[in-house]
């Protein structure tokens, strides 16, 4: 007897991550022995602060070995609690954070939480790679709001008004934002909340993952404003501001009724986050000390001055300049129709696959966010492989003609 393969419908309804499959892509080359300047993947280049590593060792010493509390550690609540308070001067109870297997579990937490078959969630362009395959998971439906480079890739409060039905549930953002870096202010999140608080229906997803990496000044919660504060989920973890994308810890603060759900669905399917994170985030959230992340917030700032002023000499990249995160996301269309005489550019898919081919430096299309125009750099590397990778870029690029 033969076997049918059949995948769900679900699954069929989402792609593979197209940043992890360039990253796997530029790996599996990299063990080929091509000398691959990776690009694609966001990760601090930063190795996880050693007070940090110290305290999962103490965690493991000290048996922190078993079935974690799914809504994660008390402890590790409180620090967060405490956080809020101290950092974003935000009030939370602890049974409205919930911990979980890095952001990316946090936000799909919340999309399976809110959304049925055919709700509708507004979702600016650019965005993260992620959103919108999530919400094909939970059957919603994205309500896409084209954004433009002149306007830093910031959607307008208007543009979110024009676009509510009765079936909008969510409106989710990042600030600052993967992939464009931008970064809304105090001002423009008061006329967003405003908008939103409009629709009892409505709810806000504010993805702050990049909080810690801030080029413009202090970082601005939408969940500051009082009269939409039981409408906001803040979305946040260590991954980023931390150097811990390894450890998958990520957290949520939710009003309570979202918060007892998310629970719910976690117990049921992946239960509390690893014990050992846990105690590692609880030291990195909680510590005194950081120095480390204000080092880094330095690091990357040079860094986007340096390839903002790399991309600036190639002719054909139109960008914003990146207020935060670590990414560059120009508009690379000027290339498309153009050839190397073997291949052709269509596409911003065209433009990465011929980038790693010839140039083997691994960034990611634009596609992956919603912006078939534009490829994304990651800057989370250092400034020397930078340099080598737009020399690389730039020679490149010359062998293509129209
Ligand atoms: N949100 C955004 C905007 C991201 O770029 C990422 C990528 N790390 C995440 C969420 C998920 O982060 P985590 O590693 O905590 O799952
Ligand atoms: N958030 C990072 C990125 O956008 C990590 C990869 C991922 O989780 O998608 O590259």
């Given at each position: 007897?033969?076997?049918?393969?059949?995948?769900?419908?679900?699954?069929?309804?989402?792609?593979?991550?197209?940043?992890?499959?360039?990253?796997?892509?530029?790996?599996?080359?990299?063990?080929?022995?091509?000398?691959?300047?990776?690009?694609?993947?966001?990760?601090?280049?930063?190795?996880t602060p050693a007070h940090i590593k110290e305290a999962a060792k103490r965690a493991i010493d000290n048996d922190y070995t078993f079935y974690s509390p799914v809504a994660g550690?008390?402890?590790?609540?409180?620090?967060?609690v405490d956080k809020f308070k101290n950092e974003n001067n935000l009030d939370f109870d602890l049974n409205q954070i919930v911990v979980s297997n890095g952001a990316k579990q946090a936000i799909a937490n919340v999309i399976m939480t809110l959304v049925d078959h055919d709700d509708e969630i507004l979702v600016p362009v650019p965005y993260w790679v992620s959103y919108g395959e999530i919400i094909n998971l939970a059957h919603g439906k994205n309500v896409f709001l084209p954004t433009d480079v002149e306007d830093d890739y910031k959607v307008s409060p208007k543009q979110i008004r024009a676009a509510i039905t009765e079936n909008t549930r969510v409106f989710i953002f990042s600030s600052p934002s993967n992939p464009a870096g931008s970064v809304y202010s105090k001002k423009e999140l008061r006329e967003i909340a405003e908008v939103i608080s409009e629709n009892e229906n409505l709810y806000v997803i504010s993805d702050e993952i990049y909080e810690h990496i801030n080029f413009s000044?202090?970082?601005?919660?939408?969940?500051q404003f009082d009269f939409i504060k039981d409408k906001v989920i803040v979305i946040n973890g260590v991954s980023k501001g931390y150097a811990m994308t390894g450890w998958r810890l990520g957290y949520m603060a939710a009003p309570k009724w979202i918060a007892d759900n998310c629970f719910k669905l976690q117990g049921q399917y992946t239960s509390g986050a690893s014990s050992i994170s846990q105690m590692a985030a609880l030291e990195a959230i909680s510590s005194e000390d950081n120095i480390y992340t204000l080092?880094?917030?330095?690091?990357?700032?040079?860094?986007?001055?340096?390839?903002?002023?790399?991309?600036?000499?190639?002719?054909?990249?139109?960008?914003?300049?990146?207020?935060?995160?670590f990414y560059v996301f120009p508009n690379i269309s000027e290339f498309f129709g153009k050839s190397d005489g073997y291949i052709m550019i269509k596409n911003a898919s065209d433009l990465a696959m011929y980038l790693l081919n010839e140039a083997h430096v691994a960034v990611v299309p634009g596609s992956a966010f919603g912006d078939p125009d534009c490829i994304r750099f990651s800057f989370a590397t250092s400034r020397d492989k930078i340099k080598e990778a737009f020399k690389r870029i730039k020679s490149a690029l010359e062998g293509l003609q129209v």
């Amino acid at each position: 007897m033969g076997k049918i393969e059949k995948v769900s419908d679900r699954l069929k309804r989402i792609s593979v991550s197209q940043t992890l499959e360039m990253a796997r892509r530029s790996m599996e080359l990299r063990e080929k022995g091509v000398d691959i300047i990776d690009l694609s993947i966001g990760q601090p280049d930063f190795k996880t602060p050693a007070h940090i590593k110290e305290a999962a060792k103490r965690a493991i010493d000290n048996d922190y070995t078993f079935y974690s509390p799914v809504a994660g550690f008390k402890e590790l609540r409180q620090a967060i609690v405490d956080k809020f308070k101290n950092e974003n001067n935000l009030d939370f109870d602890l049974n409205q954070i919930v911990v979980s297997n890095g952001a990316k579990q946090a936000i799909a937490n919340v999309i399976m939480t809110l959304v049925d078959h055919d709700d509708e969630i507004l979702v600016p362009v650019p965005y993260w790679v992620s959103y919108g395959e999530i919400i094909n998971l939970a059957h919603g439906k994205n309500v896409f709001l084209p954004t433009d480079v002149e306007d830093d890739y910031k959607v307008s409060p208007k543009q979110i008004r024009a676009a509510i039905t009765e079936n909008t549930r969510v409106f989710i953002f990042s600030s600052p934002s993967n992939p464009a870096g931008s970064v809304y202010s105090k001002k423009e999140l008061r006329e967003i909340a405003e908008v939103i608080s409009e629709n009892e229906n409505l709810y806000v997803i504010s993805d702050e993952i990049y909080e810690h990496i801030n080029f413009s000044g202090k970082h601005e919660s939408i969940a500051q404003f009082d009269f939409i504060k039981d409408k906001v989920i803040v979305i946040n973890g260590v991954s980023k501001g931390y150097a811990m994308t390894g450890w998958r810890l990520g957290y949520m603060a939710a009003p309570k009724w979202i918060a007892d759900n998310c629970f719910k669905l976690q117990g049921q399917y992946t239960s509390g986050a690893s014990s050992i994170s846990q105690m590692a985030a609880l030291e990195a959230i909680s510590s005194e000390d950081n120095i480390y992340t204000l080092g880094m917030n330095a690091a990357f700032k040079r860094r986007r001055d340096l390839i903002i002023e790399l991309i600036s000499n190639i002719k054909g990249f139109r960008t914003n300049t990146p207020q935060g995160a670590f990414y560059v996301f120009p508009n690379i269309s000027e290339f498309f129709g153009k050839s190397d005489g073997y291949i052709m550019i269509k596409n911003a898919s065209d433009l990465a696959m011929y980038l790693l081919n010839e140039a083997h430096v691994a960034v990611v299309p634009g596609s992956a966010f919603g912006d078939p125009d534009c490829i994304r750099f990651s800057f989370a590397t250092s400034r020397d492989k930078i340099k080598e990778a737009f020399k690389r870029i730039k020679s490149a690029l010359e062998g293509l003609q129209v």
